[in-house]
C-alpha cells in the first residue's frame, strides 16, 4: 500500500461518499459509499443497493464502477480513482482490478471482508502490467462511526 497522504480533494470526496453511505443506511441498506473520479470529474457514484435490488452484486463499489464504464464508453479505466467509505471486499477488489483503476482511497478497514492487503498484494505481481496505488485514506473515524451505529440499531431492532 502506497503511503501518499490524502489531499483536500480526497477528503471532499470522500465525504460525498459519507453522504451516500447515509443515504444507504437511511434506506436500510450497509452504509457504503463510492465515487468514480476521473480528472477531477466525478464520472461514478453508487451507494450500496444489496437489499433493495436483492442482489449480492449491488455494491457501492461496484456501482461506482459500473456507472463510470458506462459513461466514458470504455471496459478499463486506467486513470481513475476510486473512493469508497469502506476497504473494498474481493468482489469489489477484482471488478477493480479488472477496470484497471489507478488509485483507490478508502475511508474505513474492513476486518471481517476487506482486500486491500490481497489487492495491494496481487497488484505488486511483475506479471501485472498495471500498478493501483491503495491508500487508506481520510474519513476512516466516521465512516467507521456510521457504520458502528448502523449495526447497533440492527442488533438492537432484532434484525
Not at 8 to 36: K, M, Q, Y
Amino acid at each position: 500500500m502506497a503511503d501518499s497522504p490524502p489531499t483536500s480533494e480526497d477528503e471532499l470526496l470522500i465525504a460525498r461518499c459519507l453522504e451516500l453511505a447515509r443515504e444507504a443506511a437511511a434506506h436500510d441498506e450497509v452504509p457504503v459509499g463510492a465515487l468514480v473520479v476521473i480528472d477531477g470529474v466525478v464520472v461514478g457514484e453508487g451507494r450500496n443497493r444489496v437489499e433493495q435490488l436483492r442482489s449480492p452484486l449491488a455494491h457501492a463499489e461496484m456501482e461506482a464502477l459500473q456507472q463510470a464504464l458506462q459513461r466514458v464508453g470504455e471496459k478499463r479505466l486506467p486513470t481513475a480513482m476510486l473512493y469508497c467509505t469502506l476497504e473494498p471486499c474481493f468482489l469489489c477488489a477484482g471488478a477493480i482490478l479488472h477496470t484497471r483503476v489507478r488509485r483507490v482511497v478508502f475511508g474505513a478497514r474492513d476486518p471481517k471482508f476487506g482486500a486491500v492487503r490481497s489487492l495491494a498484494t496481487l497488484l505488486e505481481d511483475a506479471r501485472l502490467n498495471h500498478r493501483c496505488e491503495v491508500v487508506e485514506g481520510p474519513g476512516a473515524t466516521d465512516s467507521a462511526a456510521l457504520l458502528r451505529e448502523f449495526f447497533r440499531a440492527k442488533r438492537g431492532s432484532g434484525k
